[in-house]
């Protein structure tokens, strides 16, 4: 699609009035991580859901269980 049309669109939904949350979650190593604050360019209740604890056994360490992160997180409620 042409950038031009592409830049209409974006701008003809953001004027768009809305009555509803926009719920998007960000798993680990996700490339939209760094796109997050487009977000704050549109008028709706928004909730980014981002990990705060991750274990997984990394494969190339034969199998060792790395965690990042804590259970013990505050929420921001």
Known sequence: MEQDIMDEAYQ???KIEVDY???VQVLQG????NQL???EKYDMDVEVCVPVYLRERNVW???IVET???LKA???L
């Open 12 to 14: 003809q939904i953001k």
């Open 30 to 33: 996700s490339h939209i991580f």
């Open 68 to 70: 990042k992160g804590s």
């Open 21 to 23: 949350r926009l719920v």
């Open 61 to 63: 360490k034969n199998g």
């Open 37 to 39: 604050p487009l977000l």
């Open 74 to 76: 505050e929420p921001l």
